[in-house]
């Protein structure tokens, strides 16, 4: 999450400000319990733990060796967690200079956190200047009140290797738009906040799909 030193979400503005606590925890694995601080920023709130151990249980068959990309780090709770229930590598992309300094610190300070690369940029930026990069795994939470999803998504999207999984959080009436070839595995909700989970499927068996559903031929798409 954008400037903010846990997982944090700008907030509807709609929704009640609340007051940040000290700290989040990582919630399983090998580095679990380590606290990681939380600023106290205007405008922001760490996502509950519930939320992320719900993520993660829907995440953890395909998380040992994944390459991860966490955007809009912020303390990096979803790029930490990964790398604590085994994922290989973990991106963490975060654009205030003093955050990204803790959130090396963070990793300095864990038995195999060399394994997570920090960097300061603006997500934005950031992605516009890479390559394509086969992350399994990519974490997209920026701060609601910017509306980043489309853009951050137009940019991401192609970065991905063929059955990635991508984790969207957005306010609760808003559904960022993918394309047919993303297909939604599981979905939550708290009254604040939707939480969603998308598998990329390849573009040839999600072109005949929506071909076959067009011309009203159910059958099975020959590979």
């Known amino acids: 999450m954008r400037h903010a030193i846990t997982r944090l979400q700008s907030r509807?503005?709609?929704t009640?400000?609340?007051?940040?606590?000290?700290s989040v925890r990582i919630i399983g694995g090998r580095w679990r319990g380590t606290r990681l601080a939380v600023a106290d920023h205007?405008?922001?709130?760490?996502?509950?733990?519930?939320?992320?151990?719900?993520?993660?249980?829907?995440?953890?068959?395909?998380?040992?060796?994944?390459?991860v990309l966490d955007l809009f780090a912020g303390s990096g709770a979803l790029g930490l967690e990964s790398l604590s229930r085994?994922?290989?590598h973990a991106t963490l992309v975060e654009?205030?200079?003093?955050?990204?300094?803790?959130?090396?610190?963070?990793?300095?300070?864990?038995?195999?956190?060399?394994?997570?690369?920090?960097?300061q940029a603006d997500a934005l930026g950031w992605l516009a200047t890479q390559q394509p990069t086969p992350f399994d795994v990519a974490f997209v939470d920026p701060p609601f009140a910017a509306g980043l999803w489309d853009r951050a998504l137009a940019l991401l999207l192609p970065m991905l290797r063929d059955g990635a999984w991508l984790y969207l959080e957005s306010p609760a009436e808003v559904l960022p738009a993918l394309p047919p070839h993303w297909v939604l595995h599981r979905e939550g909700r708290t009254r604040e906040v939707r939480f969603a989970l998308y598998v990329q499927?390849?573009?040839?068996?999600?072109?005949?799909?929506?071909?076959?559903?067009?011309?009203?031929?159910?059958?099975?798409p020959h590979r």
């Open 95 to 119: 654009n205030d200079n003093v955050l990204a300094s803790a959130l090396r610190d963070v990793a300095g300070r864990l038995e195999g956190g060399s394994a997570a690369d920090v960097i």
């Open 201 to 220: 499927r390849p573009r040839a068996i999600a072109g005949a799909d929506t071909l076959a559903a067009a011309t009203g031929n159910d059958s099975e």
């Open 16 to 22: 009640p400000r609340r007051s940040a606590p000290g």
């Open 42 to 67: 205007p405008g922001f709130r760490p996502t509950p733990d519930r939320v992320r151990e719900t993520l993660f249980n829907w995440l953890q068959p395909v998380l040992p060796g994944a390459r």
């Open 86 to 88: 085994g994922a290989a």
């Open 12 to 14: 509807s503005m709609k």
